[in-house]
Nanobody, 118 residues
Framework: QVQLVESGGGLVQPGGSLRLSCAASGIIFMIYTMNWYRQAPGKQRELVATITSARNTNYAGSVKGRFTISRDNGKNTVYLQMTSLLPEDTAVYYC????????????WGQGTQVTVSS
């Protein structure tokens, strides 16, 4: 059974920081590209950050320079370090795993709420 379990969300003031974690089980973690998405109320889900098995990274323009994605293959965990948070970063953040193998399995976590407000 595949599980992606996010944690680390919460309420933070503008300018603050949070680190999200996503622990994966039931997959060969090291062959998966890991993504963080977010969805704000009334908006479409958007891709925030990506890290491949080779640790190549990519970021949405709105978070570049403020967010950092990383992975620990030994712990089957991907992280999203978020700094200089803005109210517009408020959203539910979702972890996504996409296999780099021939069969492109695709899995989602349940999401974790991040609220940036004073």
């Amino acid at each position: 059974q595949v599980q992606l379990v996010e944690s680390g969300g919460g309420l933070v003031q503008p300018g603050g920081s949070l680190r999200l974690s996503c622990a994966a089980s039931g997959i060969i973690f090291m062959i998966y590209t890991m993504n963080w998405y977010r969805q704000a109320p009334g908006k479409q889900r958007e891709l925030v950050a990506t890290i491949t098995s080779a640790r190549n990274t990519n970021y949405a323009g709105s978070v570049k320079g403020r967010f950092t994605i990383s992975r620990d293959n030994g712990k089957n965990t991907v992280y999203l370090q978020m700094t200089s948070l803005l109210p517009e970063d408020t959203a539910v953040y979702y972890c996504n795993a996409v296999s780099e193998a021939t069969v492109r399995n695709n899995y989602w976590g349940q999401g974790t709420q991040v609220t940036v407000s004073s």
